[in-house]
Nanobody, 127 residues
């Protein structure tokens, strides 16, 4: 079982930046591929970014490519989402997710690929 706890959400003006953090409870954090998803009011949860268990591969949704950066720190069991040049359309609850994997460079984009989820962090971007 893996527990994920997000932090770092908040209110920011358009053009601003925020960094989300997600701390995992599992000591074998390096065996988990990680992802970030978001859900806006009245919309389905959607993929944002993914990072492989090794940290050597990343993938982004087109809507955030070039603005968001996903990274991970094995020493602290933490995955980050650095969000720059935020837009009102980025307003959503952001969730981190984890999936156990044997493949160090595999990336996962589907909600169904992930086994564990955090509680979510609200990000609100004002215009």
């Amino acid at each position: 079982q893996v527990q994920l706890v997000e932090s770092g959400g908040g209110l920011v003006q358009a053009g601003g930046s925020l960094r989300l953090s997600c701390v995992a409870s599992k000591r074998t954090f390096s065996n988990y591929a990680m992802g970030w998803f978001r859900q806006a009011p009245g919309k389905q949860r959607e993929f944002v970014a993914a990072i492989s268990s090794s940290g050597g591969a990343t993938y982004y949704a087109d809507s955030v490519k070039g603005r968001f950066t996903i990274s991970r720190d094995s020493a602290s069991n933490t995955v980050y989402l650095q969000m720059n040049t935020l837009e009102p359309g980025d307003t959503a609850v952001y969730y981190c997710a984890a999936r156990a994997t044997f493949y160090s460079r595999s990336l996962y984009q589907s909600i169904d690929d992930y086994q564990y989820w955090g509680q979510g962090a609200q990000v609100t971007v004002s215009s």
